[in-house]
């Protein structure tokens, strides 16, 4: 019985808190609504016998993700939304249509499915830790690798992305032939202009960019 | 009154998390349509990702194989690689056009 309260209580937190996230104008106050999902999704989890997920969940998803979130957003410094006038007047009936046909289609799957009853924690061994291991380092040995690959990628998407493009010290010698670059690479206080600096000498080059005479030596 | 009492006596059913979850989707999906900050869609992204994530972990449970769990933590695993890159991606949008409203943003130029 006590399980059943549990799952009311925690469906409506999560519930709530997600519907908060949607309402609020604030994206700090969405982040905070977005953590109140994540662990209510976690409690979620233990009432399903996942308590491997559930840590995961509250580590990975409150304490790593919407951390770098809540950064993200101190850092822009991102400002409410205001209140703007739809443009599309036929939006939100439409809205409201799709709505109840997906709601239609989620009652029929929700109605065929035949399950047995809910294990407890403790007479199962499928969400503990050393069965997840298990699976994760002989059957799904080869999504494991391909996942540790994937975040190899993302760091260095992320670095590069991050990084400022470098510009040219003056005392840089441009050699002729061997690289065409783009206009706000060689000028430090030119704006964002690739148009391409071609010559044959560097004294062409500054002539080009106008700072003959300028660079030190 | 009797039937109330054999229903929270019987625990929680498969068709409830299943439920739950398409509440969540449908809500992030909303959210996704209607917010206009960047940050704020990449949030309701995440929320749907939790949803798929919670049917995973329900039927895991109910039909007592590992395979669901496990899915979820590669879910997981691609959910914080989209995280990284997502918001370098929204930083630098934002070092180039000083503004994160998608609304503005409709030319490829920067």
Redo the contacts between chains.
Sequence with gaps: ?F???F?IMF?GM??GC??S??YQRN?LY??IS?IG??LS?AC??I????P??AA??VI??AG??MV??VF??M??N?EE?EH?ITKLKYLLPA?ILL?LL??AQ?SY???Q?K?????KLSE?N??ITE??GT??FTK?LL?FEI?SL??L???V??MS??RRSATLSPTTRIIPGTQVLPKYLVDPKAK?DPSAVESDTTEQVEKVLGIEGKREE | MDELKQILAAGPQLQWYLALSAILFTIGVAGVVIKRNVISMFMCIELMLNAVNLTFVAFSSYFRDVSGQLFVFIVMTVAAAEAAVGLGIIIAIFRNRESLDVDEANILKL
């Design positions: 019985m399980t059943t309260l799952f469906a999560a519930i997600a519907i996230v949607v994206p969405s982040a977005l999902v994540f999704l979620l989890y009432t399903l016998a996942a491997f997920i995961v969940q990975v998803y790593a993700i770098l979130v993200v957003i850092l822009l991102v939304e703007r809205a709505g997906m709601l989620v799957v929700v109605t499915v399950a047995d009853s809910r294990i199962s499928v969400g069965s997840i699976g994760l799904y999504p996942t994937l975040l990628m993302a760091i998407g992320a992305l991050a964002y």
